[in-house]
Structure formats: C-alpha cells, structure tokens
C-alpha cells in the first residue's frame, strides 16, 4: 500500500491531551512502528492488565495488510524477531495482495464475507449505499464477527497459547477483524475496557486509506459513494460497542464468551498472563 492521497478519508480528530494517562500509553515511543508499506502496524504492549501487570512489549503486533512491505520494512520486522503472522482476509483479498515474509510461517484465519463483500452485494440488490447503510453494515459486521467467526479467534488463542514468540495479526486495513481481535486479547489479558476502546480508535490516527477506488475502473469499490468510503476507511465507537453488547447480552459478559466460545477459560487466562503479561 502506498497511498499517495485521501481525499475520502476525514480529518482524524485531535489526540488527548498529553497529560492524559490514556494519552501516554496510546502515544508510547515504542508503540507505533513507522513501516513504509503498512500504516497501521502497531504493538499491543505497556496496557495494565491482571494485577496491574503490563503488557510485554513486543510480543502482540496488530496490521493492516503486509502485502506491500519494502526490504527495509522486511529488516525490521526480522529484528523484532517475528515469528508468527495470523491472517484473517479472506481469499481473494489474500491472493490480490500476498504476505511476503520470508521464513516467517503464515497462519491463515479467512473470515469472509469482509465488508466489500457486503457493500457490493447491497450494490447488486439495487439499494443505495449511504452513509447511514455503510453504517449499519459495519455494525451487523462486528455482531457476526462475535457470533458467526469465534472459531477463528478461538484459532488465533490456541496459537498463543502454544508458544509466546513475537506474532502479529492482521486483515486488509487493520481495523475491524484486527480491531476485534485485539480487543478479545486485550480484554481476556485483563486490560480496561476504556483502554481497549482507547487503543481500537488509535487505528483513526494511523489507518492511511488506499487511493480512491473511484479512480480505478473495475475496482471492487469503484461505484461506491464517498460517504460510504468513508465510513468503511474509519472506526467508529459504536462498531466496538456493538462486538461488546452481543458479547454481554448473548453470551454472558467476556469471561463466559472466552471460556464458552473461545476455549479460554480460567486455567488458559492464566497461562497468557504468564506468557504476555510483565512479572509483578
């Protein structure tokens, strides 16, 4: 990806103060990794978890696609040591744009239909496709991701808990299968839920769209309104809290969802605070 203009993409609102405690976990030095091919790469390290015990840094990485990475972005993920990549586009949008990190095994974890899917088969059905149907859309995505795709998380525990070398986890734009992901990680890990809301619209200063689709005839996004762009291009609050409320009103609240559809219970929480949480 090397976006070169956004026009579709609105103007992220202004970070919190930095005088904010959220404000300097969220802004870390350590945090954001400044890749050439990807924007939204980033390390889930330094939340308070169970105990207050942090988040080991460089263990956990969330992305958008590592479909266009330079040989410099290579070198640096290699001195990370990155280990392990969980992908979870689906096939065509993989195969459009395959992950090229040589040596470094590749865990897929397709969850389709993605929401291009779902806006072109609206298209198809001859309804129209503003901003408040782009809305919705994401919200019905973030409901299936809950209750439709749990096996693809439960996958994404099993492979963390096996072992705890530096992986990261990614889908095309980083931000919604990613977003949710990081969320369950994050929450299952004991960090706040302000602060896993805090980090999932972190993606609103660092996402930089594609060209717009509009430019390139054939395009699955071509025909689409720029309102609907825009949407799709951002996170909204309301996304994440539609994933928590299916959560908490169908299946219990978090711990119940883990255990119940995740195969995370109380003996496996506590096997990820000892394998990404800091020593109290």
Request: net charge neutral; aromatic share 6%; charged share 20%.
């Amino acid at each position: 990806m090397n976006p070169v203009e956004v026009p579709l993409h609105p103007p992220a609102a202004e970070p919190p103060a930095r005088s904010s405690p959220h404000a300097l976990l969220l802004h870390h030095a350590d945090r954001v990794l400044p890749l050439q091919g990807v924007s939204n790469f980033r390390d889930l390290g330094g939340y308070p978890g169970l105990d207050g015990r942090a988040v080991r840094w460089r263990r956990l990485f969330r992305s958008d696609h590592l479909g266009a990475l330079t040989d410099a972005d290579r070198s640096a993920l290699a001195a990370l040591g990155l280990s392990r990549v969980f992908d979870f586009r689906g096939l065509s949008e993989s195969a459009a744009m395959p992950n090229v990190l040589p040596g470094v095994p590749m865990h897929a974890l397709a969850i389709e239909p993605t929401v291009v899917q779902r806006m072109q088969d609206v298209v198809a059905a001859g309804r129209s496709l503003d901003g408040p149907t782009a809305e919705k859309l994401m919200k019905d995505l973030y409901r299936h991701l809950i209750d439709g795709q749990a096996h693809r998380f439960a996958a994404l525990f099993q492979q963390l808990l096996a072992d705890d070398r530096p992986a990261v986890f990614h889908c095309t734009a980083g931000k919604d299968r990613t977003g949710v992901a990081a969320a369950l990680i994050l929450l299952a890990l004991g960090v706040p839920r302000d602060l896993v809301m805090a980090d999932f619209m972190l993606t609103n200063r660092l996402f930089k769209p594609p060209l717009p689709a509009s430019r390139h005839a054939g395009h699955p996004l071509s025909q689409t309104p720029p309102e609907a762009l825009a949407v799709l291009w951002q996170v909204q609050e309301d996304f994440l809290h539609t994933a928590l409320l299916a959560i908490d009103d169908d299946h219990g609240g978090v711990e119940r969802y883990l255990s119940q559809r995740l195969g995370v219970g109380p003996a496996e929480r506590e096997s990820l605070a000892q394998r990404y949480l800091q020593a109290s």
